[in-house]
């Protein structure tokens, strides 16, 4: 293999710029060419190709985004658009490609794979953290970081006014940054689409919590569950308690990568790189039990995510 591409696709994630930065340099360092693909697969379909050097990746691993631009392709999803990238492919000589991105990404890089006999690799970059492979995936950790940064002023507001306070945050489907924030950040309930939630048993809660002299009281719901708006008014009108709502919204999709994120996005764009070297295709790299590790993309996208259910019942026993 002597020319490799790289992409980063779907959300963006803190991080993906350090993946892209570790590919970059590892494939130079083993003697490929490397090429950067602007604006997820539509990039390819484009032509929007170009070959990176090292300093291509100067002065990025601490910035939020991605230096490639993300995209979610539609044309792509069909066989059609999928034809043309393969032949854009070809044109530009890449005969291996790294994919960054979350499930969406990977199920385009299995598809590239099965009918074109593209070699590709995927990276987790999403700060959702819904692959059931992966213990983490790349943007995870800042995203909760930034989402107890928010928890954490919350409480100094919901304290003074002695109102109950509901963050929405995101993880489409997945309640993991909500579970992880909502358990540092001391919430005293955490409500997520994996765990069943009873609507009366939370308002006995915040009545019995400030029956003892709580001040403050702290939800935090993830996005698959449903919205604040709409909870912090029904709380309001069961309770008598005052309440508001405030939704994070993108502030959780920026920022510089915390340490871990970095860490972890270099050594998966490394062991990409090493994959496509080793003639390995359709696998996606993932870390488990503090290692790295590479399963098939298939495999990857069929297994199913469950959440902690040990950190959810510990954070009820202690939030209390
Ligand atoms: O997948 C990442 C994510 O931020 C989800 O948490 C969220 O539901 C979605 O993307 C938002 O998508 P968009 O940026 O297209 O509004």
């Keep these: 293999m002597r020319t490799i591409g790289v992409l980063t696709s779907g959300g963006d994630a803190p991080g993906m710029n350090a993946a ?6 590892t494939g130079l360092n083993k003697g490929l060419k490397v090429m950067g693909i602007q604006r997820g697969y539509n990039g390819i379909i484009n032509g929007e190709i170009f070959e990176m050097d090292s300093s291509s990746v100067s002065d990025i691993i601490h910035r939020g985004g991605t230096i490639l631009r993300t995209a979610r392709s539609e044309e792509f999803r069909t066989e059609e658009g999928r034809k043309k990238a393969y032949n854009v492919l070809k044109v530009f000589g890449i005969e291996g490609l790294v994919v960054i991105g979350g499930d969406g990404s990977f199920t385009g890089a299995m598809k590239l794979a099965n009918e074109f ?3 590709v690799v995927g990276i987790p970059g999403t700060i959702d953290n819904d692959l059931a492979y992966t213990d983490y995936t790349i943007g995870f950790d800042t995203a909760v970081n930034t989402v107890l940064d928010a928890i954490n002023k919350l409480r100094d507001t919901s304290t003074s006014h002695e109102r109950v306070s509901v963050v929405e945050v995101m993880g489409r489907h997945c309640g993991d940054i909500a579970l992880y924030a909502g358990l540092a950040g001391g919430a005293e309930s955490i409500i997520i689409p994996e765990q069943p939630f009873d609507f009366d048993e939370l308002c006995r809660n915040i009545i019995q919590s400030k029956a003892r002299g709580k001040m403050h009281n702290l939800i935090v719901l993830a ?23 405030t939704k994070l919204g993108h502030i959780q999709r920026g920022g510089s990568p915390t340490a871990f994120d970095r860490i972890l996005a270099s050594k998966m764009g490394a062991r990409a790189v090493e994959l496509l070297l080793e003639g390995k295709s359709k696998r996606a790299v993932g ?12 495999e990857a996208l069929s297994m199913k995510k469950e959440s902690d259910s040990y950190m959810y019942e510990l954070s009820k026993i202690i939030s209390m």
């Design 20 to 25: 892209i930065r570790a590919v970059v340099r």
């Design 287 to 298: 870390i488990k039990d503090g290692k790295i590790i590479d399963v098939d993309i298939e």
């Design 223 to 245: 996005e698959g569950v449903g919205g604040a708006e709409e909870l912090a008014r029904r709380i309001e009108e069961i309770t008598g308690i005052e309440a508001r709502a």
């Design 117 to 119: 006999g593209v070699k």
